[in-house]
């Protein structure tokens, strides 16, 4: 069984829209997903919810949470990632 919703399953989800559609819209109002406000942020998007100061999403649904690209791109000009700590290596 395949993670991909079949064609039909999409219609369903997405109502009368497409994928392209609702991309559409999304830029339309200047919305980002996790993916793209992981990339805007410069982390993975695994650890977009450690990022201290992160704007809060201007809306959540089901598959992910949705922020306004302007306040993430002002919210990432500024940000600065925390430097990890290096191991150290014990040499025998």
Known sequence: MGS???ARRRQEVLGSIT????????DRFGLMGSSEA???VGVQQPNLDTV???PEPAYRV??????VG???RQFAADYVAPKRARRKVASV
Do not use: I, N, Y
């Not at 994928?19 to 999304?26: A, C, G, P, R, S």
């Open 4 to 6: 991909r919703l079949s």
């Open 52 to 54: 201290s100061g992160l």
């Open 62 to 67: 089901k598959a992910t949470r949705l922020w």
């Open 19 to 26: 994928v392209e559609e609702f991309k559409q819209l999304l």
């Open 70 to 72: 302007e306040e993430l």
């Open 38 to 40: 992981a990339q805007t």
